[in-house]
């Protein structure tokens, strides 16, 4: 892939992250992103935490994790308890006492998830509730409203997503109203000096129309750019090349989201294609559902086989889980009715993601991340002809060879 | 082992049991009330979150119900449950059943009891049970015995009589087994009286048991609800004064705060703090206070406080709960309730619990009605720290002969 020239900002366009190191080879970056509530070294993965709240697991713990922004979801705590009670409540921070970072998303990727519950117009997305029937209007003005309320760090524009794996004119109906569901989002934001609102780009599997949409938002004057519509049921070839023509013409200045990533490959992968942040639910729920993550995949810990298996799940990993049990308690309380099991797996697996950052970050910082891609694909795929060719071609095009 | 007994005030007993654990040199203050656990961990919480709850007793209690059906891996793991759960800086109880989830009537045998845990029913002959708690080596662990008499209605006196018998058997051939167990010299055998509501068989059953080499006693058969307890009240009192003053005498299914001081006026020692998760599992905050130092002001604030929960509660208590089928109690606060909503107030004033230092009642509202796992999280580390507060406070009153007034209190604040 022929390197593209990366547009340059407006000169009055918010910087809020600073780059510290960049990979000589791929695209990967190290950096810092300077936001109201501390700054958050980048890579970074954000854990999910929809509803005001990280599932079973308190502030105190997320903070002892080392996790500086998380997330939470405009659609979901617009319905309960709404923005007016958490605005009395001093915004989410005050509201679920976070004293560290929040992103909201803008209640866009519920218009896919909640398909059958919704319908696009141009004026926004008409939502029924599941919970009472009533019928919701969630607007570019409305959503930035809420998000107004709710104080977060980092606010996403509406956008009109469709799923990856829809094709025709809709896709490219949805990625033009997005821009002009942008500029509304920017003329409706009361606070772009508290809250960072971020453009994403749509398009969906049209580098034609990804690239028009790249053109366009990177005109407007935000402070970071998503990467949106991908992470849904296409194919991974179709996603890298997406993520990469993205970041080739997305400014080097400001921050990366790709929206939707958290698979650990798949993050490594789109650390080297030049993307700075990442969220996803994935490492939580699997926890809930008894699987903790480690360098090799995961480990289904209510199988039998973990029964008597007396070790960590990781002996490397700093985690309280991993310092005070073994698989074998873990399995057993896993088939208990104690919750406890679950937020054990639940700290675990946001240590993992978190600390697989980290060991990015350091890498790329130290001049080392080729080599520490290398490794980790060899660790995962026990050779590194076993690694999936999707993620091979993609780090490829990036000047990375798994030998 | 060695119980100290510091005062005795109108039966209840204050002191201090020495020489406790594998080293020997814990020790544990009483009356008191033992860490309840599920499989071997505190309900919703991790180590982490326990150990931000102040005041968690000394010694915590696992079931034989939830552990049994682990026995194999027990063994290979060798090392004891203490530590394969990560509680070795713990002292450890095991009681048979679980005192939440009562197990089904019409399992003993002369020569078997049964425990049921989450694979189903496991049977223990006492050869079986004492090679359980050999793999679990426990610091105290309730012998095999038969309770079932005190679940039937109006128990035979054959009945009653058989559960004595069958007891006192299974008690000596577990003695005689811990004699040739290394491993088990380190754990003391409780000895159970049970009786069912006998009188004559429960003094026998006192009797006979403080004539064994037992480290201490269960007394029990007197769970059930507030009404078959007070009933069964005076069989306690006579119970209690058959046994040795310098052996801790435990109970189970006892847990609410009215019962407890009953109890203790009784001779009884050591409790299980199950009805704070039961609390928890109603979405439910403990508030009752047991601040009975008199200052006027306070106590009168305290009472307007309490006669409003009083009487919102009155018209909600009829709450049944799924898992534990237990009502809502006055000691209590629903905060599923819609007035919560709003209620930027931590759960309790003055509560120094993690919850209440850094919550709101609104948000535990908000995390019930979206059915958040947090919701348990926090009620949890309130509700126990609020009960372990509640035994500070009859450790003190005992000390500073006040007791009366904190009965008084609780008392006012019963349904």
Redesign the interface.
Known sequence: MAAAVNPTSLESAPRIMRLVAECSRSRARAGELRLPHGPVATPVFMPVGT???????????LD?LGCRICLGNTY?LGL??GPE?IQ??HGLHG???WPHNLLTDSGGFQMVSLVSLSEVTEEGVRFRSPYDGDETLLSPEKSVEIQNALGSDIIMQLDDVVSSTVTGPRVEEAMYRSIRWLDRCIAAHQQPDKQNLFAIIQGGLDADLRATCLEEMTKRDVPGFAIGGLSGGESKGQFWRMVALSTSRLPKDKPRYLMGVGYATDLVVCVALGCDMFDCVFPTRTARFGSALVPTGNLQLKKKQY??D?RPIDSNCNC??CQ???R??LH??L??????????LT?HNIAYQLQLMSAVRASIVEKRFPDFVRDFMGTMYGDPTLCPTWATEALASVGITLR | MKLNLTKVVNGCRLGKIKNLGKTGDRTMDIPACLLYT????????????LH?IHGVPAMAQLTLS?LAE?HE?LA??KEGIGK???MSESLLYCSLHDPVSPCPAGYVTNKSVSVWG??GRVEMTASKFMAIQQALQPDWFQCLSDGEASFEEAASIKRARKSVDRSLLFLDNCLRLQEESEVLQKSTIIGVIEGGDVMEERLRSARETAKRPVGGFLLDGFQGNPATLETRLYLLSSVTAELPEDKPRLICGVSRPDEVLECIERGVDIFESFFPYQVTERGCALTFSFDYHPNPEETLLQQNGTQEEIKYVDQTKKIKTTSCNQEMTSFEINLKEKKY??D?DPLVRGCSC?CCK???R??IH??L??N???A???LMMHNFEHYFGFFHSIREALKSDRLAQLKELICRQAS
């Open positions: 509803q005001a709240t990280m599932k079973g697991i308190t502030a105190e713990q002892a979901h309960r308890p009670l009395k409540a509201f679920m006492n029964e008597k007396f309280p889980t005070k049990h073994s074998a308690f057993a309380l088939h208990s009715d104690n919750t406890a099991a679950l937020h054990h700290v | 599920k499989t071997g961990s505190a309900p919703h919480l991790t180590h982490q979150t931000t939830s682990h891996v290979e793991y394969f759960i990560g989450i694979g909503q709003e930027f993690y850094n919550h709101t609104a948000y908000h995390l009605v979206t958040e796992l947090l348990g999280v926090l």
